[in-house]
């Protein structure tokens, strides 16, 4: 199995704080990606990462920020907790996203479940 | 656009079959297929790159229609295992090189397979 993890597993955070978000890998893959899971709408992309420090929104990316210092890790931070983040994040990676190279999907880690209360 | 999934949800008796269909109102590149099994992250199927392009994967298979816009997921003989919510994923935009792309996922299918 690829080796990605996130933490924490789960959160409870107030209204109005900061909380960061961790994905860390072992397989030095160059894409990295936040999704976050909501019943009804599925997976929707919040960032994505293409590189250390090359970065660039998704579909849902307001109220979001995220870093990538290391190749290993992507760190998405919620600047400022609102009770509709309450949610199931997900990060991926993938080895290699061109179109010709068909041998890779993305993979998931476990997700995190945070609550803001 | 988020790609539009049908059925929402799908009722099956072991042994029976089950397609589930992936639309998109623009141009489709590429079409990935995900499960997730209740509680756990989702697991890459499949990807197809190429219009007319049909794939296998045990008894799951899909097929991609570039000109129609669509993916469908064909579950054949299904199994107790297969039970889960099935995610077509597409490609939001045309992708940069070297930035790759960025995968949309429709709203999800649930998939319950009785014994």
């Known amino acids: 199995d690829a080796g990605i993890t996130q933490s924490p597993r789960h959160k409870v955070t107030e209204t109005g704080t900061p909380v960061t978000l961790r994905c860390h890998q072992t397989?030095?893959?160059?894409?990295m990606y936040w999704y976050r899971q909501d019943p009804g709408h599925g997976l929707r992309l919040i960032h994505y990462?293409?590189?250390?420090?090359?970065?660039d929104k998704g579909e849902v990316s307001d109220g979001y920020s995220v870093s990538r210092s290391k190749t290993e890790d992507f760190l998405l931070t919620l600047e400022s907790a609102t009770s509709s983040q309450t949610s199931v994040y997900f990060c991926?990676?993938?080895?290699?996203?061109?179109?010709?190279?068909?041998?890779?999907?993305?993979?998931f880690g476990s997700g995190t479940r945070l609550t803001v209360v | 656009q988020q790609p539009v999934q049908s059925p929402q949800a799908v009722i099956l008796r072991e042994g029976e079959d089950a397609v589930i269909n992936c639309s998109s109102s623009?141009?489709?590149?590429?079409v990935h297929w995900y499960r997730q099994k209740h509680g756990e992250a989702p697991v890459f199927l499949m990807i197809?790159?190429?219009?007319?392009e049909q794939k296998g994967h045990d008894k799951i298979s899909a097929s991609f229609n570039e000109k129609k816009q669509q993916s469908s997921l064909y579950l054949t003989a299904s199994q107790l295992s297969y039970s889960g919510t099935y995610f077509c994923?597409?490609?939001?935009?045309?992708?940069?090189?070297?930035?790759?792309?960025?995968?949309?996922f429709g709203q999800g299918t649930e998939l319950s397979v009785k014994p």
């Open positions: 991926a990676i993938s080895e290699s996203w061109y179109r010709g190279d068909e041998n890779y999907g993305y993979t």
């Open positions: 397989e030095n893959h160059r894409y």
């Open positions: 990462s293409y590189g250390v420090k090359d970065t």
């Open positions: 623009k141009a489709l590149y590429s």
């Open positions: 197809l790159l190429k219009g007319g």
């Open positions: 994923g597409t490609e939001m935009g045309i992708m940069i090189y070297n930035q790759g792309g960025k995968l949309i």
